[in-house]
C-alpha cells in the first residue's frame, strides 16, 4: 500500500490522541461520584451482601474512624485461629481454608480427607493441554499466560456454560486443584523460551499437600523439607480470601452477575490481580527493599533510615512514585493480621535462609513509616504495614522466582473467587450495572465534507 507507514501512523494518532484529562476532583463531590467505589471517608461503597469473608479494621464512633487491631474472618472464624488450629497440630491447612470458603462450614476429618483427594485428582491436566496452550506459545508474564490457560480450559470442558450450583462446584475444584500445575508449568516454559535456561516439567505427586506440590514441581531435585512447606501453607491460607471488596474478587463476582461461565470470571480476576495496586505490590516491596539495601550503610540505624524513607516520600529516592511500599490498606488500620501471622512465621526461618537482616531492615521500615506517613495525613486513621510487607520475603526464603509472586497469590485466591462466584449465582440474579455520570454536552454532527484536515 503505497503511502503506509505504520510506525508513522501510530505516532501521528498518537499526537491528535488528545483527552480532556482528569476531572477535577471538585467534581466528583458535586456529583456524588464514588471514585474508586469508596465513600469520602475512604470506606467502600456497599456493593452486596456475603457470608463468605469479613475484613475487620476500624471502628466507628461519633462518625469517626477510630483504629483497632485488624481481624480476617473466614465464615465467621477467625483467620488467626484457623492458623493456629493447624499450627498445634503440625499439619497443613489451605485445604481445610479452601473447604470452609466454598462450604461454609468446617470440615470434618472424613470430609476434609475426601476433599483433599478430590483436589489430588483434579490435579491432573487434559491430554495434550500443557504442550498446545502452555509450550507453544509462551509467555513473559506468568499471570497473563494463568489467564490464558483459564479460559482455554472451557474447550476441555464438556459443560462449560452449566452455572448450576453443582457444575460450578465442580468447575471450581478443578480449578483449585489444576492452577498450581499450570502456574508451574507456565513458568518453566517461559525459562526456556525467554531465559534460556534448562527446562523440567514434574508431575504432582499423589499424597502430597498443595504447597509441598508446587515446590516439589518447582525445584529441579524435588526436594524440600516440612517447614518450608508449611510455611508456604500459611502464607496460602492468609492470602485465599479477602472480602467481597477487593479488586479481583469484585471483578469476578460482576463478570459472574452477566451469568457467563466461570472461567471468563475466573481469568477476568486474575487480570485484577496482576496489577500493581493489588497483587503486584509484593513485588513493589521487594523492589524498595533492595533499593533501601543499597544506600542505606547501617541497618540498625534509624536515623539513617528515617531519612531515606523521608527521601522516598518526597520523590528524591526509590521509584519516584512518593509511596512507602508495603505500608498502608483501605480497611486496616492499627494491624493487618495477615502481616502480623507472616511476619511472626517467617521470623522462624530468617536465620536459616541467611534473610535476618532483610527481615530486621523490613521490620524498621514497619516501625518508622507511620509516623512519617502520618504527619502527611489531614486525619489520623492509623496506618500500618499490609501482608505485602513480608510476603515477598517469604518467597524469597523460599526460592520461589520473582516471576511467581504473584501467580502464587493468584493460586491461593482463587478458593476465594471461586466461594464468590458460587455465591453471586446462589443470592443476587442481577447484572451488576453501576451508573457513570456524564459529563458531556451536546454537538451537532457535521458531515465529513466540512470537517477540514484538522
Known amino acids: 500500500m503505497n503511502g503506509f507507514n505504520m510506525e508513522e501512523d501510530f505516532k501521528y494518532l498518537a499526537e491528535k490522541y488528545n483527552p480532556d484529562g482528569e476531572f477535577d476532583g471538585k467534581l466528583y463531590v458535586q456529583c456524588n461520584a464514588k471514585r474508586g467505589l469508596r465513600n469520602a471517608d475512604g470506606t467502600g461503597i456497599v456493593a452486596g451482601l456475603t457470608r ?8 466507628v464512633n461519633e462518625y469517626e474512624r477510630v483504629p483497632v487491631d485488624g481481624e480476617l474472618f473466614y465464615r465467621g472464624i477467625n483467620v488467626a485461629d484457623l492458623v493456629a488450629g493447624c499450627e498445634k497440630e503440625n499439619r497443613f491447612g489451605y485445604d481445610e481454608a479452601s473447604w470452609l470458603l466454598l462450604f461454609g462450614e468446617l470440615p ?28 507453544r506459545t509462551p509467555s513473559r508474564d506468568i499471570m497473563n499466560m ?6 482455554a480450559l472451557y474447550s476441555y470442558d464438556e459443560d462449560p456454560d452449566d452455572i448450576s450450583e453443582v457444575n460450578s462446584l465442580r468447575q471450581s475444584m478443578e480449578l483449585i486443584g489444576r492452577l498450581p500445575v499450570l502456574m508451574v508449568a507456565a513458568y518453566q516454559a517461559k525459562r526456556r523460551t525467554y531465559d534460556y535456561k ?23 531435585d524435588r526436594k524440600f523439607t516440612e517447614e518450608e512447606a508449611i510455611l508456604l501453607d500459611r502464607c496460602m491460607i492468609l492470602h485465599a480470601e479477602h472480602g467481597g471488596g477487593n479488586n479481583s474478587a469484585f471483578v469476578c463476582r460482576a463478570v459472574t452477575s452477566s451469568a457467563t461461565d466461570i472461567y471468563s470470571a475466573v481469568a477476568a480476576a486474575i487480570g485484577a490481580l496482576k496489577g500493581p495496586r493489588h497483587g503486584g505490590a509484593n513485588l513493589k516491596v521487594c523492589d524498595m527493599l533492595d533499593d533501601i539495601k543499597a544506600h542505606v550503610k547501617d541497618i540498625h540505624d534509624d536515623d539513617e533510615i528515617t531519612a531515606y524513607l523521608k527521601k522516598i516520600l518526597a520523590g528524591e529516592a526509590g521509584d519516584g512514585s512518593r509511596l512507602i511500599y508495603g505500608m498502608g490498606h483501605a480497611v486496616y488500620t492499627k494491624s493487618d493480621p495477615r502481616a502480623v501471622i507472616l511476619k511472626r512465621e517467617a521470623e522462624r526461618m530468617v536465620d536459616e535462609k541467611g534473610y535476618r537482616d532483610d527481615f530486621t531492615l523490613l521490620d524498621a521500615v514497619e516501625r518508622l513509616s507511620p509516623a512519617l506517613l502520618n504527619s502527611k495525613m489531614v486525619d489520623d486513621t492509623g496506618i500500618c504495614a499490609n501482608v505485602d510487607m513480608y510476603s515477598g ?4 526464603m523460599l526460592g520461589i522466582p520473582r516471576e511467581l509472586f504473584t501467580p502464587l497469590f493468584a493460586v491461593a485466591r482463587m478458593s476465594g473467587w471461586c466461594a464468590h462466584r458460587l455465591e453471586e449465582i446462589q443470592t443476587s440474579h442481577k447484572i451488576m450495572r453501576p451508573a457513570y455520570r456524564p459529563l458531556t454536552k451536546k454537538r451537532v454532527y457535521v458531515p465529513i465534507s466540512e470537517r477540514g484536515d484538522n
Open 393 to 396: 520475603l517469604v518467597y524469597r
Open 146 to 151: 494463568l489467564a490464558r490457560a483459564v479460559l
Open 52 to 59: 463468605i469473608s469479613n475484613v475487620h479494621g476500624y471502628l
Open 108 to 135: 470434618s476429618a472424613s470430609d476434609l480427607g475426601m476433599y483433599s483427594r478430590l483436589i489430588e485428582h483434579c490435579r491432573k491436566i487434559p491430554n495434550n493441554f500443557i504442550d498446545d496452550v502452555i509450550m
Open 198 to 220: 534448562s527446562m523440567y516439567l514434574h508431575f504432582p505427586l499423589d499424597g502430597l499437600s498443595t504447597a509441598e506440590n508446587i515446590l516439589s514441581t518447582l525445584r529441579a
